[in-house]
């Protein structure tokens, strides 16, 4: 069973920083595109970020271009999403997703966590 815990959310002023990370387990395929989305109130569910299991390949939304880097540890099984010069429209409920095709499209991710809250203030 494949398990992907999302951490770090928390409350910012506009122009801060936070740092989520996301702990995969149960992962029983020889590699995995691991990928950032969020999904504010009111709005779809949207790609934000997404790296290659080998690490070799990023991908950005280009609203998180220059601001957000992704990055992948491979001895311990986590991903993480550095997020600096935060704007109010980031504010959204964070998820970590794992895909075994190598994409930023939602519908080829089919393993979810729990998501975590990102809420910046103006």
Same mark, same amino acid.
């Given at each position: 069973? =494949?398990? !992907?815990? *999302?951490?770090?959310?928390?409350? =910012?002023?506009? #122009? #801060?920083?936070?740092? !989520?990370?996301?702990?995969?387990?149960?992962?029983?395929?020889?590699?995995?595109?691991?990928?950032?989305? +969020?999904?504010?109130? %009111?709005?779809? +569910?949207?790609? @934000?970020? &997404?790296?290659?299991?080998? %690490? #070799?390949?990023?991908?950005?939304?280009?609203?998180?271009?220059?601001?957000?880097? /992704?990055?992948?540890?491979?001895? *311990?099984? &986590?991903?993480? !999403?550095?997020?600096?010069?935060?704007?109010? *429209?980031?504010? &959204? @409920?964070?998820?970590?997703? &794992?895909?075994? @095709? *190598?994409?930023?499209? /939602?519908?080829?991710?089919?393993?979810?966590?729990? #998501?975590?809250? =990102?809420? =910046?203030?103006?």
């Amino acid at each position: 069973q =494949v398990q !992907l815990v *999302e951490s770090g959310g928390g409350l =910012v002023q506009a #122009g #801060g920083s936070l740092r !989520l990370s996301c702990a995969a387990s149960g992962l029983t395929f020889s590699s995995y595109t691991m990928g950032w989305f +969020r999904q504010a109130p %009111g709005k779809q +569910r949207e790609f @934000v970020a &997404a790296i290659s299991w080998s %690490g #070799g390949t990023t991908y950005y939304a280009d609203s998180v271009k220059g601001r957000f880097t /992704i990055s992948r540890d491979n001895a *311990e099984n &986590a991903v993480h !999403l550095q997020m600096n010069s935060l704007k109010p *429209e980031d504010t &959204a @409920v964070y998820y970590c997703a &794992a895909s075994m @095709v *190598e994409t930023t499209r /939602i519908p080829a991710y089919p393993y979810w966590g729990q #998501g975590t809250q =990102v809420t =910046v203030s103006s």
